[in-house]
């Protein structure tokens, strides 16, 4: 099938609209944690098995954007987002009958395998066509995207807790919960599968600068240079990094001034979570545009950098100053989030925009990676600190040095980053006939 080809006169910032109405929706996924009390009171889990489904979903989302990226880039986005879409909401739809018969294993198969193939596909499905659009600002381009992923949870976490409360929290209140999920999600999203086009031709905008333009490498050779490797380990610290808090941010600003004059509430804790969520998204457009100007060599490097700092001084400072422990916090979840709406605009400027969706995909098993190892290095060290006896600040002390020492390596990989060899650039010619066949102009 042949993406859809914009018409004379159409203009390019009706494509971003179009990414946000994919973004909002699968950003869901960080509100997973709303269902997970009236999940185990209603099935009998334990909190590992009701985590169960999100932690498939994100699994599979790097998978599905991995093996889906060419399959994207081929199809076009409205192919991606009409995938996303069926997908996702077939995963809440499957998710609700599994609540309504009380059958965990159908909520783990449709949130965590079908919606979280969602998830990936509909991740990725506006990336390439976003950079194409605006190879004069790419940095913002994504960002506006990318922090609809990161603003979801803003959205559906309320909406959730309201469902729950008028519905019930029992199996059939979530199973209904599920339900309008599905269906709402599935208008909304259709929304940008009707909006969505490609350019016409190279130039998407008389003031922009050609989309095909410098380099082009193909996704096939992409993974073949160290500069994909060194941006997998950029990516993937960075993310490391800031999912530590994130997953883990309520019991440890609880616990850092547990032993205070003045302790943390569970309400103010939740009110720090809500802040870290506005952060993240925040830094998804602000920072992703800043690389615009700066440059992204330059924006990872304070990603990266000043992430280490910021961990530095909660580490030693951060039980003593609670504006210190919230400011530090708030600036490396916006690094975070900035770091995941800059990684493909920095893909564009090694590997030209001919698959950089593709690749992008397939960078995207970074963020498996740090998905798992973020929470598992905070969680077994503060586990065994408090066996060990200790309490408060000391939980978390040996994790932040850890975490400082895996931005570092991030750093040092940034810093090796280098323009891709010629010997893995494509033919022009080549690269000329693939966008033709893909821009027919009678479309």
């Known amino acids: 099938m042949s993406p859809p080809v914009a018409p004379p006169g159409w203009s390019r910032w009706l494509v971003p609209p179009a990414a946000l109405s994919v973004h909002l929706s699968i950003g869901q996924a960080y509100a997973w944690s709303v269902f997970k009390p009236p999940l185990e009171s209603a ?101 506006i995207a990318i922090m609809g992923f990161g603003g979801g949870a803003l959205i559906a976490s309320p909406w959730s807790a309201q469902m729950l409360k008028s519905f019930g929290s029992d199996s059939s209140g979530i199973a209904v919960a599920f339900l309008v999920h599905g269906l709402t999600y599935a208008v909304f999203m259709s929304l940008g599968v009707l909006l969505v086009r490609v350019p016409r031709g190279e130039k998407p905008s008389p003031s922009a600068p050609s989309a095909l333009d410098g380099v082009q490498v193909s996704a096939r050779n992409a993974v073949r240079t160290p500069q994909f490797w060194c941006l997998w380990v950029v990516l993937c610290m960075n993310v490391t990094a800031g999912i530590g808090i994130l997953e883990k941010a ?31 998204m925040a830094g998804r457009i602000g920072w992703s545009s800043t690389s615009d100007l700066i440059g992204r060599k330059n924006i ?23 504006p210190l422990f919230i400011l530090s916090a708030l600036v490396i979840l916006s690094f975070y989030g900035g770091g995941f709406a800059t990684v493909p605009a ?55 040095l850890i ?41």
């Not at 400082?404 to 000329?432: K, M």
Request: contains cysteine.
């Open 43 to 143: 099935l009998g889990l334990s909190g590992t098995q009701s985590a169960l489904p999100f932690q498939l979903a994100i699994v599979m989302l790097g998978l599905s954007a991995a093996f889906g990226g060419t399959f994207v880039e081929r199809n076009g986005p409205r192919w991606a987002m009409t995938v996303a879409l069926v997908c996702f909401s077939s995963g809440f739809l499957i998710s609700a009958l599994g609540a309504a018969t009380e059958q965990y294993w159908l909520i783990v198969l449709g949130y965590g395998f079908v919606g979280g193939t969602g998830l990936g596909i509909g991740y990725i499905s506006p990336v390439s066509t976003l950079i194409k659009w605006f190879p004069d600002r790419p940095g913002m381009a994504t960002g």
């Open 250 to 280: 309520a019991p440890m600003i609880t616990d850092f001034f547990a032993d205070t004059s003045t302790p943390v509430t569970v309400s103010a804790a939740a009110g720090f979570v809500a802040l870290l969520s506005a952060a993240n």
């Open 300 to 322: 990872y490097r304070v990603y990266l950098g000043v992430g280490a700092l910021m961990y530095a001084l909660i580490a030693w400072f951060g039980d003593s100053s609670k």
């Open 346 to 400: 920095y893909l564009k400027d090694l590997f030209g925009t001919y698959q950089v969706g593709a690749i992008h995909g397939r960078l995207l098993t970074a963020w498996s990676t740090a998905g798992v190892l973020g929470p598992l290095i905070v969680n077994r060290i503060a586990d065994h600190q408090e066996a060990a006896g200790r309490h408060g600040s000391s939980l978390y002390g040996m994790s932040f």
């Open 403 to 443: 975490m400082i020492g895996l931005l570092a390596v991030g750093f040092v990989a940034n810093e090796l980053v280098r323009p891709v060899d010629a010997r893995h650039h494509i033919p022009a010619p080549r690269e000329a006939a693939d966008v033709a066949r893909q821009q027919p102009e009678s479309a």
